[in-house]
């Protein structure tokens, strides 16, 4: 089975090509990766795509491409469009041409965060951003043109690739030793290394359609941050502010955790709790800050 990754350059591209040894399943007799960064590969640009993607001929095509500056969106629409909503186009019509399912990443942010209790995947979205709107859109592309596809929306990810909240705050926290942060944004945390083994399972188990993937239980991004210092032991004070104190060129969902119960109900399989992952990538950044 051949497996075409595109946008394994990103946070969570590079922990699903890194995370395929670990993944002993039988299902899996012989498995071949193909890593595609930007480089190789410009999703906006259709002939080329098809071109790429009709060489390798996958049978599967992950995608983790995506623009996913949340705020840079507000001002680059045409350039987020053209990633998140006409390059997943480009690569769902590449993948019927070549008979290969495609396997696409989305986002809580295609919800408005208005519903009281976590989305489902029957909710409706309404995004209310740029960057959401690019993305239900991209959503939309494959799921008029390819009848074997996968739409896995999750959220609020970190992992050790890149930059994101967690490094963030601890980086803030150390130098100032305060930091202030949204208590009116709830949402599910996820660790990067546990969505590249729920992708693996779903790829396994040959699962299709629109699936909702996050690590287990809510927090707002104040009780986030608040157990990041818990568990790193650093003597910061967290201060809780209101979305409206804190200025950004995104409007962005003020709920927006997602209900995982058709994934688990699928794959048989419950991420862990965010808690947990999340003290599992801190002992590795004190690994890595160390070694
Ligand atoms: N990060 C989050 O909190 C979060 C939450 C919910 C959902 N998601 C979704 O999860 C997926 C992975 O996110 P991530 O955080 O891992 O993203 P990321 O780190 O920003 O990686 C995205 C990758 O896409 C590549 N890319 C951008 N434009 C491209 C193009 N035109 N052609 C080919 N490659 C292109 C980027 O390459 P360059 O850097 O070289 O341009 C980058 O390597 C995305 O679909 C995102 O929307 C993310």
């Known amino acids: 089975m051949k497996i075409l990754i595109i946008g394994a350059q990103g946070m969570l591209g590079r922990d699903l090509v890194t995370r395929l040894p670990t993944l002993s399943d ?6 071949e990766v193909i890593a595609a960064n930007h480089g190789h590969v410009d999703i906006t640009h259709g002939p080329n795509t098809t071109k790429f993607i009709g060489q390798i001929t996958p049978d599967i095509i992950v995608n983790c491409a995506a623009f996913t500056n949340v705020d840079a969106c507000e001002t680059q629409i045409s350039d987020s469009f053209a990633v998140n909503a006409t390059g997943i186009k480009n690569v769902a019509l590449a993948g019927k041409e070549t008979g290969a399912k495609v396997i696409h990443i ?3 942010y295609v919800f ?3 519903k009281n ?3 489902s995947e029957t909710d409706k ?10 993305k239900l859109e991209g959503e939309r592309e494959i799921q008029e043109i390819s009848d074997n596809y996968v739409i896995i929306r999750t959220a609020w990810l970190y992992g050790p690739n890149k ?9 803030l926290g150390r130098q100032k030793h305060t930091v202030s942060v949204v208590t009116d944004q709830c949402g599910c945390p996820t660790y990067t290394a546990d969505l590249s083994y729920a992708i693996w399972k779903i790829i396994s188990l040959d699962l299709r359609g629109l699936y909702h993937v996050t690590n287990d239980g809510t927090c707002s991004r104040y009780e986030w941050a608040r157990k990041i210092f818990e568990l790193t032991g650093d003597h910061v004070s967290v201060l809780p502010v ?5 200025k950004r060129a995104a409007t962005v969902p003020q709920n927006s955790s997602l209900n995982c119960t058709k994934y688990v109900t699928a794959s048989g399989h419950k991420m862990r709790p965010w808690q947990e992952a999340l003290e599992e990538y801190i002992r590795l950044c004190d690994y890595l800050a160390t070694n």
Do not use: M, Q, R
């Open 26 to 31: 039988p299902s899996f007799p012989c498995i």
């Open 106 to 108: 989305s986002t809580d």
């Open 112 to 114: 408005d965060g208005t």
């Open 117 to 119: 209790g976590p989305y």
């Open 125 to 134: 979205p309404n995004p209310i951003s740029v960057y959401g709107k690019s």
């Open 163 to 171: 930059k994101n909240f967690v490094t963030t705050i601890l980086n």
């Open 242 to 246: 209101k979305t409206a104190d804190y």
